[in-house]
């Protein structure tokens, strides 16, 4: 009688699964058989297995169209986690590299036209990808979102808020004529001011040069004059 076959739920299978859970090391990861060995023996004896090197025969057909393809699958990778975990927030690219190659099955970096981080994010920034600058803490990425949607909303938010200055300037406006106009009315004001009535000879308060009265009173006068 032969032996039995192993089960899903066996405890060798159960063992497999935890060990295959998780990140492995680069080194160990065949990208064109897109297969995790554990160590490097398992690594050994998948290079030289058949369906590797079919693999590897298809490769050497056309190496420049897999080399496309993979950094195509790296790049976009990279730009939706970085779209869709930071927005258009500034944040450190290595940042963001952990947390891509935390996925399991990512494209791994060394199967594309990069060789290293630091010569992807220069070419995202001069590609008008992302916006990229460099400090004493190293490399900074910010994606820059270019979506129909998110245009229109932010041309929707440009319209406003020229409307809510348009607005704002024409009350300020409005307040500045107003105290122009007050300050014009204060100083009128003052300039029609009345002021007292003053005479030289007090005999002739309230009569005019000119009247009837003031010849009277003339009269009078020479004739006082005359018997003194």
């Excluded at 929707?156 to 348009?166: A, F, I, L």
Aim: hydrophobic share 30%; aromatic share 10%.
């Amino acid at each position: 009688m032969g032996k039995e076959k192993g089960g899903f739920l066996t405890p060798k299978a159960i063992a497999n699964r935890i060990k295959a859970k998780g990140l492995q090391k680069l080194r160990w990861y065949c990208q064109m058989c897109q297969k995790q060995c554990r160590d490097e023996n398992g690594f050994k004896c998948h290079m030289m297995s058949e369906s590797h090197q079919r693999q590897l025969l298809l490769f050497a057909e056309n190496p420049d169209e897999y080399v496309d393809t993979f950094s195509k699958d790296f790049r976009d990778g990279y730009l939706e986690l970085l779209r869709r975990r930071f927005g258009t927030k500034r944040v450190q690219c290595n940042i963001v590299y952990q947390e891509y190659i935390s996925e399991r099955d990512h494209t791994h970096m060394n199967s594309t036209q990069w060789e290293t981080l630091t010569d992807f994010v220069k070419w995202i920034g001069k590609e008008g990808l992302c916006e990229v600058d460099y400090t004493e803490k190293g490399w900074f990425v910010k994606y820059i979102d270019r979506d129909p949607e998110t245009i229109r909303k932010l041309e929707q938010n440009k319209v406003k808020e020229r409307m809510d200055m348009d607005d704002n300037e024409r009350m300020a406006k409005l307040i500045q004529e107003q105290v122009e106009r007050g300050a014009k009315a204060e100083k009128n004001l003052k300039e029609s001011e009345y002021t007292e009535l003053k005479r030289e000879n007090e005999d002739e308060k309230g009569v005019h040069k000119n009247s009837p009265c003031s010849q009277i009173l003339v009269v009078v006068k020479t004739n006082l004059k005359r018997f003194i």
